[in-house]
């Protein structure tokens, strides 16, 4: 227990001036570190052929934002399909399959990671290095970028929230930023310090980081099977500091952080589990010194910690003290070094912040604890992707303004600006994209048992279907061990819902921000409703539960709750 309240202090500790600092480089503030980053921003914007100085409307940045996604897309999937052929592959990796590729390259775009593949085996340490990593650092900072310009949509464009009394006319396009000043700032300036800071200190614990090819060794165990063994090893601790900070969550090793070599000490336990949350936590400190709004810090924080917090403790409970926690069953899967509080509180925090990594299979977690996960990743705000997460609380914010204001007779208004037809639409239309994908693929998948692939005939296995759809629409990655999900199936459906839960939740609430923006702000008065209060953050996130939770009731009771009364009732 003392662990999970160091986590969240440590979180919220660090977070707070990280948000902060984080404002600053968004905004584009002078520093004192401008004489390191700016000679290196300038030869970047060169490079791209962009002026930094030049703003961009909302369909201009959605725009390249979507044309650097393509650029890499091409890249990195050319990358693993040619491996065996290029250099940096000591272990001599064979080139993937081009299905295989496809997904692992979509996954890590989409900064989802979810894995069909096991990288110490199936990736050379050019793709792990290029691709893989490459992309865990790009993706997030293109999502803070994508949500950075959302709020200065809501709050009128880069001019109006520079100089709030300026008037602008009804109707005109405002400036939104420059997309590659915003990725390029945020990763220079931000990413990439804090994975050096981590690699460094994982490496101190023991994480390997080397380019030498691993060592062949015989087991200790002398009357087994297998006379020698190969350890892999490799660059891991750049890869395992990516992957934490940057919500990415896909391993250097097929089993992730269970693996004695990504996560070998209680510290490095610590580190990694810290990492989950500490950017997400951060982005909502970002929010109030970079809009002006206090308030709305005190809004999104406060309503992701509670929300945060129900989720951390029902996974404890259920994982360590429920009734089905006697069930020895429970602890294949577990690693016996960190216990099930430490398994809980992470499977709790990776699902909650989008990252998806995991130091034990979540398909061996208590029946609940599973369901728990998979309701934090249906939400997908609780803390979130890096942007990502912010970007879909946006999105619930927008939305309860709307329903509250419907309730209470107001006109829906958010900042001064009144939500209409048009931009509750778009928000609809995002809203039943979730139920349909989830939901549409996972039937199609279990009414076809040729293409299924689950271990488990009963219950738990419509929960490994479920989970593995769920989680690639939230952008999570994790998944139920069992499944087996290198199939052209599994690769080309979850390679679709992978995009469709990645672009449409950035792009759309985008789009929205920039309709908000051309209108004119109407003054405060005695029917304004006040969104950054208490009471509305209930509201807010009664509205969540409704929007998420309950539509898929039934698959939640048909996968992990039926589940769980197996097991109870079996330890009665």
Same mark, same amino acid.
């Given at each position: 227990?003392?662990?999970?309240?160091?986590?969240?202090?440590?979180?919220?500790?660090?977070?707070?001036?990280?948000?902060?600092?984080?404002?600053?480089?968004?905004?584009?503030?002078?520093?004192?570190?401008?004489?390191?980053?700016?000679?290196?921003?300038?030869?970047?914007?060169?490079?791209?052929?962009?002026?930094?100085?030049?703003?961009?409307?909302?369909?201009?940045?959605?725009?390249?934002?979507?044309?650097?996604? +393509?650029?890499? @897309?091409? &890249?990195?999937?050319?990358?693993?399909?040619? %491996?065996?052929?290029? *250099?940096?592959? /000591?272990? #001599? =990796?064979?080139?993937?399959?081009?299905?295989?590729?496809?997904?692992?390259?979509?996954?890590?775009?989409?900064?989802?990671?979810?894995?069909?593949?096991?990288?110490?085996?199936?990736?050379?340490?050019?793709?792990?290095?290029?691709?893989?990593?490459?992309?865990?650092?790009?993706?997030?900072?293109?999502?803070?970028?994508?949500?950075?310009?959302?709020?200065?949509?809501?709050?009128?464009?880069?001019?109006?929230?520079?100089?709030?009394?300026?008037?602008?006319?009804?109707?005109?396009?405002?400036?939104?930023?420059?997309?590659?000043?915003?990725?390029?700032?945020?990763?220079?300036?931000?990413?990439?310090?804090?994975?050096?800071?981590?690699?460094?200190?994982?490496?101190?614990?023991?994480?390997?980081?080397?380019?030498?090819?691993? +060592?062949?060794? @015989?087991? &200790?165990?002398?009357?087994?099977?297998?006379? %020698?063994?190969?350890? *892999?090893?490799? /660059?891991? #601790? =750049?890869?395992?500091?990516?992957?934490?900070?940057?919500?990415?969550?896909?391993?250097?090793?097929?089993?992730?952080?269970?693996?004695?070599?990504?996560?070998?000490?209680?510290?490095?336990?610590?580190?990694?589990?810290?990492?989950?949350?500490?950017?997400?936590?951060?982005?909502?400190?970002?929010?109030?010194?970079?809009?002006?709004?206090?308030?709305?810090?005190?809004?999104?924080?406060?309503?992701?910690?509670?929300?945060?917090?129900?989720?951390?403790?029902?996974?404890?409970?259920?994982?360590?003290?429920?009734?089905?926690?006697?069930?020895?069953?429970?602890?294949?899967?577990?690693?016996?070094?960190?216990?099930?509080?430490?398994?809980?509180?992470?499977?709790?925090?990776?699902?909650?912040?989008?990252?998806?990594?995991?130091? +034990?299979?979540?398909?061996? &977690?208590?029946?609940?604890?599973?369901?728990?996960?998979?309701?934090?990743?249906?939400?997908?705000?609780?803390?979130?992707?890096?942007?990502?997460?912010?970007?879909?609380?946006?999105?619930?914010?927008?939305?309860?303004?709307?329903?509250?204001?419907?309730?209470?007779?107001?006109?829906?208004?958010?900042?001064?600006?009144?939500?209409?037809?048009?931009?509750?639409?778009?928000?609809?239309?995002?809203?039943?994209?979730?139920?349909?994908?989830?939901?549409?693929?996972?039937?199609?998948?279990?009414?076809?048992?040729?293409?299924?692939?689950?271990?488990?005939?009963?219950?738990?296995?419509?929960?490994?279907?479920?989970?593995?759809?769920?989680?690639?629409?939230?952008?999570?990655?994790?998944?139920?061990?069992?499944?087996?999900?290198?199939?052209?199936?599994?690769?080309?459906?979850?390679?679709?819902?992978?995009?469709?839960?990645?672009?449409? +939740?950035?792009?759309?609430? &985008?789009?929205?921000?920039?309709?908000?923006?051309?209108?004119?702000?109407?003054?405060?008065?005695?029917?304004?409703?006040?969104?950054?209060?208490?009471?509305?953050?209930?509201?807010?996130?009664?509205?969540?539960?409704?929007?998420?939770?309950?539509?898929?009731?039934?698959?939640?009771?048909?996968?992990?709750?039926?589940?769980?009364?197996?097991?109870?009732?079996?330890?009665?």
């Amino acid at each position: 227990m003392i662990e999970i309240f160091l986590v969240f202090a440590l979180a919220i500790g660090l977070g707070w001036p990280l948000g902060h600092y984080l404002a600053r480089v968004m905004r584009g503030d002078r520093s004192r570190l401008d004489p390191l980053f700016l000679p290196l921003e300038r030869a970047i914007y060169r490079a791209l052929g962009t002026d930094p100085s030049r703003g961009m409307s909302w369909r201009g940045y959605a725009l390249a934002f979507a044309l650097s996604n +393509a650029v890499l @897309a091409v &890249l990195v999937w050319v990358l693993f399909m040619t %491996q065996a052929w290029l *250099p940096l592959n /000591p272990d #001599a =990796a064979p080139n993937m399959r081009w299905d295989t590729a496809l997904h692992t390259m979509v996954s890590f775009l989409t900064n989802t990671n979810q894995q069909h593949y096991s990288g110490q085996a199936q990736l050379s340490y050019l793709s792990q290095m290029v691709g893989i990593v490459g992309l865990q650092v790009a993706t997030p900072m293109m999502g803070l970028g994508i949500v950075v310009a959302t709020l200065r949509g809501l709050f009128g464009g880069r001019q109006a929230m520079a100089n709030p009394g300026a008037a602008a006319r009804e109707g005109e396009t405002r400036d939104l930023g420059n997309y590659w000043v915003d990725v390029t700032r945020a990763t220079l300036r931000f990413m990439l310090p804090l994975c050096l800071l981590w690699a460094a200190l994982l490496t101190w614990q023991g994480v390997p980081s080397t380019l030498q090819s691993g +060592a062949t060794v @015989a087991p &200790l165990d002398q009357s087994a099977e297998l006379k %020698q063994q190969k350890i *892999p090893v490799g /660059p891991v #601790a =750049a890869m395992v500091a990516a992957k934490q900070l940057g919500t990415n969550g896909g391993g250097w090793y097929g089993p992730n952080s269970t693996v004695a070599l990504e996560n070998p000490t209680p510290l490095s336990n610590l580190l990694e589990t810290l990492a989950l949350i500490l950017i997400p936590v951060a982005v909502t400190f970002m929010v109030g010194p970079f809009t002006g709004r206090r308030k709305l810090t005190a809004l999104v924080f406060g309503s992701m910690l509670l929300m945060s917090t129900v989720s951390t403790g029902v996974s404890v409970w259920s994982e360590a003290h429920s009734a089905t926690t006697a069930d020895a069953a429970l602890m294949e899967g577990k690693e016996t070094r960190f216990g099930a509080s430490d398994s809980a509180l992470w499977s709790a925090l990776t699902t909650q912040s989008s990252n998806g990594s995991v130091n +034990a299979m979540h398909d061996s &977690l208590a029946p609940l604890t599973g369901g728990m996960a998979m309701v934090n990743m249906l939400i997908n705000a609780i803390w979130g992707g890096i942007g990502c997460g912010l970007q879909q609380f946006l999105v619930y914010l927008l939305l309860s303004v709307f329903l509250a204001g419907l309730m209470t007779g107001r006109t829906p208004e958010l900042f001064g600006r009144k939500i209409e037809a048009p931009e509750v639409r778009l928000l609809a239309l995002l809203i039943l994209l979730q139920p349909l994908v989830v939901l549409g693929f996972s039937a199609i998948t279990l009414a076809l048992p040729s293409i299924t692939g689950n271990s488990n005939p009963g219950f738990h296995g419509i929960g490994q279907v479920f989970y593995e759809y769920a989680s690639a629409f939230a952008n999570n990655g994790s998944g139920f061990e069992g499944l087996g999900d290198a199939t052209y199936w599994w690769n080309l459906s979850c390679a679709a819902v992978l995009a469709l839960g990645r672009y449409p +939740a950035l792009i759309v609430p &985008l789009a929205v921000a920039g309709l908000l923006a051309r209108k004119r702000v109407a003054p405060e008065s005695g029917g304004t409703l006040h969104a950054e209060t208490p009471t509305f953050a209930l509201t807010l996130i009664a509205v969540i539960a409704i929007l998420t939770v309950l539509q898929f009731m039934p698959a939640l009771v048909l996968g992990p709750i039926a589940d769980h009364l197996t097991l109870a009732t079996k330890a009665l």
